[in-house]
């Protein structure tokens, strides 16, 4: 079992932002990763922690030794956000946008979509599970997400 936990955010929103990502195998913690952008919005910033962490997953699996990247593949996935906007939006209207030709119920065009794109293209290959969990709560990987993203906005 592999467990994902991401966050991002803005200073300011629009402003600079943070985006980080923490990956768990079993219960025992495997790697972390952030990065930030000078001008995005928090939305996009939560999409990109999930991105970041499927692309560096499909890439250079988390791993043991001896365990190879197929056996990844079927292995299953948690992924938490503290976003209702990425799990909803994964789960529940990514495919009515699609059905709608990125457009939103009230016909504007669907924002991020060039971001929702490359992440469904990126989890269709895994059985992934999308868990809302509540921000700032005591969810120790949430927090520590929550602390890589605010110093990758002050590195920037």
């Not at 300011?12 to 990065?35: C, H, L, M, Q, T």
Request: hydrophobic residues 35%; proline residues 4%; aromatic residues 10%.
């Amino acid at each position: 079992m592999i467990e994902i936990f991401t966050d991002g955010g803005c200073s300011g929103n629009p402003g600079p932002g943070g985006w980080a990502y923490v990956v768990v195998r079993d219960g025992v913690f495997i790697s972390e990763k952030s990065g930030g952008e000078r001008q995005t919005t928090n939305n996009r910033m939560e999409l990109q922690a999930v991105i970041s962490a499927l692309e560096c997953f499909s890439e250079e699996p988390f791993s043991e030794e001896g365990h190879s990247k197929e056996n990844n593949m079927d292995e299953k996935i948690s992924i938490y956000t503290d976003s209702q906007y990425v799990q909803k939006g994964i789960t529940l209207w990514l495919a009515d946008w699609k059905k709608k030709g990125w457009k939103t119920s009230d016909r504007k065009p669907v924002k991020n979509q060039e971001l929702w794109q490359r992440l469904e293209t990126l989890a269709n290959p895994f059985p992934i599970s999308w868990v809302w969990v509540k921000g700032h709560a005591g969810n120790k990987y949430n927090e520590r997400c929550d602390e890589l993203a605010k110093k990758a906005i002050v590195s920037l």
